[in-house]
């Protein structure tokens, strides 16, 4: 199994970048797809989960209305679509997949995660 995360980079404030993750090597349709950013000295933070199956999402408070993530089934992609950047978004962002395993999993929780790409960096610039 994989996950490769990328497009990451540099962008003043204000701008916008698009996050993909390419997800590999087994069928993820019982999944949830997460997407976390983790700063030096900081722990791994939720920022938005999308259903493989049904494409519902969900997204912390900080990144609403500027950040949407979505899917694209025939190329088993996810991205992040960040609008409105803040410097406050710059993380190393990382997707990760949980298998869907009960309806009282909490997919904010880092640790209910299966699988984890390697990560790409967003640096915005005030």
């Known amino acids: 199994v994989q996950l490769q995360a990328s497009g990451g980079g540099l962008v003043q404030a204000g701008g916008s970048l698009r996050l993909s993750c390419v997800a590999s090597g087994r069928t993820f349709s019982s999944y949830i797809m997460g997407w976390f950013r983790q700063n030096i000295g900081k722990e791994r933070e939720f920022v938005a989960t999308i259903s493989w199956s049904g494409g519902g999402t969900n997204y912390v408070d900080s990144v609403k209305g500027r950040f949407t993530t979505s899917k694209d089934n025939a190329k088993s992609t996810v991205y992040l679509q960040m609008n409105s950047l803040k410097p406050e978004d710059t993380a190393v962002y990382y997707c990760?997949?949980?298998?869907?395993?009960?309806?009282?999993?909490?997919?904010?929780?880092?640790?209910?995660?299966?699988?984890w790409g390697q990560g790409t960096q967003v640096t915005v610039s005030s």
């Open positions: 990760a997949a949980a298998r869907i395993r009960s309806i009282l999993s909490d997919y904010r929780r880092r640790e209910v995660y299966d699988y």
